[in-house]
């Protein structure tokens, strides 16, 4: 959606899915005078009339992507303000790479007052070579966007490489940017004058994807999910293989979970792609709380990131802290509790933790699980879960069972 702005033509998205920081990134571009509408899973953007280089402060507040639009809009207008970003508290999450960034191709950035501002000397960014000191996600799609309008070529060093990076340069790319080894720790941008129309569809969420494996894992039950590119969830499908789930791909965008009643216990540490995504961390910790032995869980990428470890000992768990580790030791059964979800992915956490514990879970703070998560209570009734919301509440009573789908 932050890329559709370096195009002054209709773009149209498939393959969205209803999530809040969907909604909530439609109200920042509408704020930039694009015209959105949506048809089911299709989104569909005119950003002829982008005028506006002010994102609104209580929007951006609520929803880290948000600070991904200063590349596209500093590209499009030559002059962006956009507040410092916002979403779930765990950790700092800084902007520095993407201003130092911004700075090389050649923009004037002033950090005051909570606001980014970034003007471009010239007529237009020029090309440049990046060295990221770390392979952001956010800092190198930022930095890609930016350099698609820019004069002359650009490299980015030590970039992300994850699947989520690739798909917005296939996207640019689909528009006629001329961008390079996306996926690799190299990206190489040529930039051009303007961008065209696009029709594209969005990969598959791999961390939904990830969850719902995790969810039969823990319930021994076995589910097949589709579609899935297999290949972006590696990491994911060696460690359940490793706790003892098996997990197979009988057709290529498939992927089934062959569940164990034997959980053996493993260790974690998160790392950029194609390291353990640390979004699948929260998940895999709740799965690990019922496998038999000792495990240790150490998360690399954001230092607030193990809040959730009180709420799964609150249902029986048994996880000690030190610093960025979690040293946990397998129990026979969780236990129903009322928790509270502290992030997004901690809520997922807490609802498969729910789907395995004996008793009833309450869960609270479903505003996490609305950011990322497409109507995950359905789909799992839908899979024989007895699951349901009330005022704001996820209740997962007792007996909870996942059949096979």
């Known amino acids: ?27 920042i571009l509408s704020a930039f005078g694009v015209k959105l509408q949506r048809r089911g899973e299709v989104l569909e953007l005119n950003t002829s009339h982008l005028h506006q280089s002010d994102a609104p402060y209580e929007l951006v507040s609520q929803l880290r992507a948000s600070f991904f639009v200063i590349g596209a809009v500093l590209g499009r207008l030559g002059t962006a303000r956009i ?25 004037h950035v002033e950090i005051a007052h909570g606001v980014v501002h970034a003007v471009v000397k010239g ?19 930022t930095l890609m966007m930016a350099a698609t309008l820019a004069e002359g070529e ?8 994850e699947p989520e990076v690739i798909d917005l340069a296939h996207f640019c790319q689909a528009m006629g940017a001329n961008i390079q080894g996306a996926g690799t720790k190299r ?10 129309a696009v029709d594209y569809a969005i990969i598959p969420d791999r961390v939904e994807a990830a969850t ?7 319930t021994h039950s076995e589910i097949t999910i589709a579609p899935v590119i297999p290949e972006h969830l590696i990491a994911a499908i060696n460690k359940l293989q490793a706790i003892g789930a098996k997990v197979v791909s009988d057709t290529p965008d498939s992927l089934r979970i062959i569940p164990s009643y034997h959980l053996l216990g493993t260790d974690i540490e998160t790392q950029p792609y194609p390291g353990f995504p640390t979004d699948m961390q929260a998940q895999f910790m709740a799965l690990l709380t019922v496998s038999e032995g000792d495990s240790v869980v150490t998360e690399t990428v954001f230092e607030n990131r193990l809040r959730h470890v009180a709420e799964l000992n609150r249902m029986g768990a048994d996880i000690r802290v030190r610093g960025n580790n979690a040293i946990i030791r397998g129990v026979s059964h969780l236990s129903g509790a009322p928790v509270l979800a502290t992030d997004l992915r901690a809520s997922a956490a807490l609802v498969i933790a729910g789907l395995a514990a004996e008793g009833k879970t309450i869960i609270q703070g479903l505003h996490h699980l609305d950011r990322g998560y497409d109507d995950l209570e359905g789909k799992l009734r839908q899979l024989g879960a007895k699951i349901q919301r009330t005022s704001g509440e996820t209740v997962i009573p007792a007996s909870t069972v996942i059949t096979h789908s």
């Not at 990206?187 to 065209?196: A, N």
């Open 1 to 27: 959606m932050a890329g559709s702005l370096l195009c002054s033509e209709d773009c149209r998205l498939s393959n969205v899915p209803q999530l809040v920081d969907i909604q909530r990134m439609g109200q």
């Open 154 to 161: 650009t490299i980015i060093d030590n970039a992300a490489q």
């Open 212 to 218: 719902f494996l995790v969810a039969g894992a823990i």
């Open 83 to 107: 507040p410092l970003p916002g979403g779930c508290a765990i950790g700092a999450r800084p902007v520095e790479l993407h201003v130092r960034g911004l700075q090389t191709l050649g923009a």
């Open 123 to 141: 007529d237009r960014l020029k090309g440049a070579k990046i060295y990221l000191d770390y392979p952001s996600v956010g800092a190198t799609e």
């Open 187 to 196: 990206i190489v941008i040529k930039g051009v004058t303007s961008l065209h």
